[in-house]
Structures are given as C-alpha cells and as structure tokens.
C-alpha cells in the first residue's frame, strides 16, 4: 500500500450520517447537472436510505463499518459472512482516497479470510465501475452477467491454479 497512513474499521454512529451521504455523493457524479443544491441534496439521501434499506434486508447480518486513515472516515465497507462465502457488498472511499492501495489492503484481507476458510469472496461490480479493473487484477473472475453488473468471484484454489498455469508458460518461453 503506498499510503502513509493507518487504515482501521469501525462501525458508524448517528453522527456518522453526513460524512456517509458525502461519500455516497461523491459516486454520483450524475446528479452534479442538477441545477439545485437542494434538490441534489434530497435525492441523494432519498437514494442512500433506500441502497441501505436494501442492503440491510439483503445481507440482515452484514459487517457494516466505516473505513479510516488514521481516526478519519474516508470510506465504508460492508462484508456478509456466511457458510457458503464471503460476499462484498459494498467498498467505496472518497475520490481523494483511491488509487492509494487501501481498497486493495482491505481486499487481500478478505481473500486472506477466504483462503483460510476455504470460502469464494463474492462481489457484484456495475459494468461501469472503475473498480472492476482492480477486482480483475486483484484475479476476481467474473461468473455472470446480472444486467448492468458483473458477478465476480475469487478463490484461493482457483487462483493457485491460475499462477501454476502461469509460472508454467512462463518457463517454457
């Protein structure tokens, strides 16, 4: 990680609310054309509640927890642990934030978690979403097409396998 900082989880509080509506505005870039702020403001947490609201009824046991460089919020992560996997519902961090390697700590973590249970991590990523980029070098596979996202996933045989068929080519050449 090329960032000089100390990344830690922890829940968010009542008090965590605007820091959270921030950050979900800062992924919606789509609705900066709006020609009123308060207009913006309201849809904004109109869609936030409502992406929360379904989140909690999808994934009722999900790890929810901010995301911080040294005490500061600067991101949110949300995991669902359960016997069959590791599903990422959600990473997102403030534009200053990305491409400083957190997201990519945060998910070798978790395929450090998935290895050592013998559980796929499972993420659903929208087709337009940089991150896909990552999730893919990161040697997430995608396994399905679900209309404008991509179901991806990531395991530790899978990707052994990947790197012995690799090392292999690369020794014959």
């Given at each position: ?160 396998a990947q790197a ?10």
């Open positions: 990680m090329d960032f000089d900082h100390a990344i830690t989880l922890r829940p968010p509080t009542e008090a965590d609310l605007p820091f959270l509506l921030e950050l979900y505005a800062s992924t919606r870039a789509d609705l900066a054309q709006l020609d009123s702020e308060t207009t913006r403001q309201l849809i904004v947490r109109m869609q936030f509640e409502a992406q929360q609201s379904w989140y909690r009824a999808q994934y009722p046991q999900a790890d929810v927890n901010l995301i911080l460089a040294d005490e500061v919020p600067v991101g949110r992560l949300y995991v669902a642990r359960g016997s069959e996997e590791i599903r990422l519902i959600d990473i997102c961090l403030l534009p200053d934030y990305r491409r400083h390697g957190i997201g990519a700590a945060l998910l070798r973590e978790l395929q450090e978690e998935g290895a050592a249970t013998a559980l796929p991590v499972r993420l659903l990523v929208a087709m337009d979403n940089p991150a896909i980029h990552l999730y893919q070098r990161l040697g997430f596979m995608p396994v399905d097409l679900r209309g404008m996202h991509r179901a991806m996933e990531w395991q530790a045989a899978q990707n052994e012995a068929v690799q090392r292999a080519t690369t020794h014959t050449s």
